[in-house]
């Protein structure tokens, strides 16, 4: 069945460190691919989304790239903030699945100042 | 303001007892789930309701029960509780089930002794 797997966290870095998450997924056909952020004591919002092959999301000077040949959704950001403290998910969903949304384990990212 | 609410946010409730989570939407969405994260699982679909009086089982329905009379509300039902319900549990609510972008109610923390 369909899956996500993300890279182990907890992930400390400094405060305009650069970020990477690592998130690949396996499904069949051509899912559409999201971020989602979980900050402290908060539901999740979804943070960036790509819906075919090549397509890039960005929000909030977050990115990540569909990468159809690596089946890859990495999360980036080029300088991070303290604020940017919280859990980030993968996630995946299909079109004949019944808009369920498959949740890779999720990265809990810790930012110092 | 659109949102999904839930409650209550955090029960603490003994095994066999039953209990009732509410989630009201009030953006006019046919598409509600309900999902629970558990640690190093993410998170995992419950149930979910395409529209008024329409349910289907999730990944992990055993347990739960649903129900969808209003467009607005779809409470989640432990008839019999028993400890490995133990988790944080999430609304979700789209304009359909095949809309990218999910909205999620803030969660409920649930504790069963």
């Known amino acids: 069945g369909d899956s996500v797997t993300q890279m182990e966290g907890p992930v400390t870095l400094s405060e305009e460190a650069f970020l990477t998450i690592n998130c690949t997924y396996t499904?069949?056909?051509?899912?559409?691919l999201f971020w989602y952020v979980q900050y402290p004591g908060e539901g999740l919002q979804l943070l960036l989304k790509?819906?075919?092959?090549?397509d890039k999301g960005s929000n909030k000077g977050f990115e990540a790239t569909y990468r159809k040949e690596t089946t890859s959704f990495h999360l980036e950001k080029g300088s991070v903030q303290v604020s940017d403290s919280a859990v980030y998910f993968c996630a995946l969903t299909r079109y004949n699945q019944g808009g369920k949304l498959i949740f890779g384990q999720g990265t809990e990212l810790s930012v110092k100042p | 303001e659109a949102q999904v609410t839930q409650n209550p946010r955090y029960l603490i409730t003994v095994t066999g007892k039953k209990l009732t989570v509410t989630c009201s939407q009030n953006?006019?969405?046919?598409?509600m789930s309900w999902y629970r994260q558990d640690p190093g699982l993410g998170l995992r679909q419950i149930y979910y309701?395409?529209?008024?009086?329409?349910?289907d089982k999730g990944d992990v329905p055993e347990g739960y029960k649903v129900s969808r009379k209003e467009k607005r509300n779809f409470p989640l039902i432990l008839e019999s509780p028993s400890p490995n319900q133990t988790s944080l549990y999430f609304c979700a609510s789209s304009p359909t089930s095949g809309s990218d972008t999910q909205y999620f109610g803030p969660g409920t923390r649930l504790t069963v002794l």
């Open positions: 499904a069949t056909g051509y899912p559409s």
């Open positions: 953006m006019n969405h046919e598409y």
């Open positions: 790509a819906t075919k092959a090549d």
């Open positions: 309701s395409m529209n008024v009086e329409v349910t």
